[in-house]
């Protein structure tokens, strides 16, 4: 990578509306500038139920936030859900209106690359989703015009791999494909959230036939409602991550019932795919 470290904030699960949390809000505002990120990741589900008024609520969230890109992806509470008509005729209508053109986003900042991947599937499930080999084909394409020292980065709201406890759903159809697809792009860290509990995993957990770590999969839980689960009920979540020239360091970021501060955890760090040099460690908690 063409500079020292690159700093992002990994954020996810605003649901703004009925599950907001505003001191969680505020203790986001808090942290950000500290941490002093190059690049702020919102991991989906900005809204609980794709209103107009909670698109509004979230971008005025951002305008709080350093003057960094910040990069979104739609999760499943950013389609309309009981709204039936616009969820089968015009699902991102309100996605369109307040957030993004297009679906799929390419961003390029010094040193990294990433490409946030829409996996909402509004006509198909009602919470899981889904990725098809066309956007993942979009996505390594991205990948193999970049610079060739650049981070790769995925966004994809929904996520993989099961999280420990089990209470999280059924993961995307067809994972073990994608992921295979995943690291054959070339892709440095998935950044995702959807499950509500902050965890890391990698790829090859799910393909053990692999002699190599494989992606690390970084889940956010969720960082500004009420909707936290197992041990993550009634907390809050993000993640700064810090890429080195040959790790990917985790830092996990919990805030307790009643707290005004995020409070850090231990730094997890874990080799680059295909770069030597950084030691793995167990998934933050």
């Known amino acids: 990578m063409s500079r020292d470290k690159l700093t992002v904030l990994h954020t996810s699960d605003l649901q703004c509306g009925r599950p907001f949390v505003p001191r969680a809000a505020q203790a986001l505002l808090r942290l950000a500038p500290e941490v002093d990120p190059d690049v702020i990741v919102v991991a989906g589900d900005l809204t609980q139920r794709a209103k107009a008024r909670e698109f509004r609520m979230a971008l005025e969230l951002f305008e709080g936030l350093p003057d960094v890109p910040i990069i979104t992806t739609p999760g499943n509470h950013d389609v309309p859900l009981y709204r039936v008509w616009e969820r089968l005729f015009d699902p991102y209508l309100n996605w369109r209106r307040f957030v993004s053109p297009e679906l799929e986003t390419v961003t390029s900042v010094e040193g990294a690359t990433f490409v946030a991947l829409n996996s909402a599937a509004p006509r198909r499930a009602i919470v899981n989703g889904r990725i098809d080999p066309r956007q993942l084909e979009f996505a390594s394409e991205v990948f193999d015009d970049a610079p060739a020292a650049d981070v790769r980065c995925l966004v994809i709201h929904h996520h993989f791999i099961p999280v420990p406890d089990g209470t999280d759903g059924r993961p995307l159809p067809d ?15 998935v950044f995702g959230g959807h499950v509500h509990q902050l965890h890391v995993t990698q790829s090859s957990d799910l393909l053990p036939d692999r002699r190599t770590p494989g992606v690390p999969l970084v889940a956010c839980g969720t960082t500004t409602s009420r909707r936290g689960r197992g041990p993550e009920r009634g907390r809050n979540s993000l993640n700064v991550v810090t890429f080195t020239a040959s790790a990917v360091e985790v830092t996990p970021f919990h805030l307790e019932p009643d707290a005004t501060v995020f409070e850090a955890g231990r730094t997890v760090s874990l080799r680059r795919p295909g770069v030597e040099g950084a030691t793995s460690g167990n998934s933050p908690r």
């Open 175 to 189: 994972a073990r494909d994608h992921l295979k697809r995943i690291e054959a792009a070339g892709v440095d860290v």
